[in-house]
C-alpha cells in the first residue's frame, strides 16, 4: 500500500513519558517547600492526585485537562483554602522546565523520521494537549524540521480519540484516510481512534497486551526503527 504521510502521538511515542512526569512533580515539590508549604513528598502527591482528578472530572475530553498550571493551582486551593496564583505559576513553570529537561527521544526515531522523509511522505505530531507546551517539547527535542505539520488537541477542540483530531490533519494535508499511517502508545487514543476514521495503525511502546477487536492496531512493533518497513510495506 502507498502512503502519503505518517501522524504521530507525542507523549510517550517519540519519548518516555514517565521520567519526565516524574522529575517535573519531584521539582515542584521542592519548589513548593521553598514557598513555604512544607509538605513531604508523600502528602505533595496526595494532593497532586486530587487535584488531577478533579481537574479531569471537570475538563474531560478537552486539552485543558491536562494542563499542571491547573492541577498545581487547585492543589494550593485543597491544601490552604484559598487561592495563591503567583505560586500556582511558579509550580508550574518549575514543573515543566524540569520535564522538558528530562526529555530524550527514544532510539531510532531521528533514523525513522529521515528515512520517512527521504521516501516523500509528511509527517504530522497529533497530540492531546495544549499548544504551547507541545511546541516547546518539540522544540526541545530537536525534530521541528521533519515535521510537516502539528495539530493538538487544544486547536482540535476535543481530544483523541475524537475522529476531529485524525481529520483535521488529514484535511490540512489534502489526504484521504487509506493514504494515513497513525503511530502512538494509546490503544484507546491511537489506535481506537485511528482505526475508526479509517487509518492504518501501528503500536508502539504500549504494555497493553489484551485488545478489544475494535482497537486492534493493524502493527504493533517494540522497535520504533521498525515503523519504516510498515510505512514502505
Not at 150 to 178: C, H, N, W, Y
Not at 186 to 201: K, P, W, Y
Amino acid at each position: 500500500m502507498d502512503f502519503s504521510a505518517v501522524f504521530f502521538d507525542l507523549d510517550n511515542t517519540l519519548y518516555p513519558y514517565q521520567p519526565c512526569n516524574e522529575a517535573g512533580k519531584r521539582t515542584a515539590w521542592r519548589r513548593a517547600n521553598d514557598l513555604g508549604y512544607e509538605l513531604d513528598r508523600g502528602a505533595f502527591e496526595a494532593r497532586y492526585q486530587e487535584a488531577r482528578r478533579e481537574v479531569k472530572r471537570e475538563l474531560a475530553g478537552t486539552a485543558s485537562a491536562h494542563e499542571r498550571f491547573l492541577y498545581f493551582k487547585r492543589l494550593i486551593e485543597i491544601h490552604t483554602g484559598t487561592h495563591k496564583s503567583r505560586h500556582a505559576l511558579e509550580l508550574g513553570e518549575a514543573y515543566w522546565d524540569a520535564y522538558i529537561d528530562e526529555m530524550e527521544l527514544f532510539d531510532g526515531v531521528v533514523e525513522t523520521f529521515d528515512a520517512i522523509g527521504e521516501a516523500g511522505l509528511d509527517i504530522a505530531i497529533v497530540s492531546n494537549l495544549t499548544t504551547r507546551i507541545q511546541l516547546k517539547k518539540i522544540q526541545h527535542l530537536g525534530i521541528e524540521g521533519s515535521i510537516d505539520l502539528v495539530v493538538t488537541s487544544e486547536e482540535a477542540g476535543s481530544e483523541k480519540p475524537a475522529s476531529i483530531m485524525f481529520t483535521l490533519p488529514l484535511s490540512q494535508l489534502d489526504l484521504r484516510p487509506s493514504e494515513v499511517v497513525m503511530v502512538g502508545d494509546s490503544v484507546t487514543a491511537d489506535i481506537e481512534g485511528g482505526n475508526a476514521v479509517g487509518l492504518t495503525t501501528v503500536l508502539f511502546n504500549s504494555d497493553e497486551t489484551e485488545l478489544e477487536s475494535r482497537r486492534h492496531p493493524d502493527h504493533h512493533v517494540d522497535d520504533f526503527g521498525d515503523i519504516a518497513a510498515v510505512v514502505a510495506a
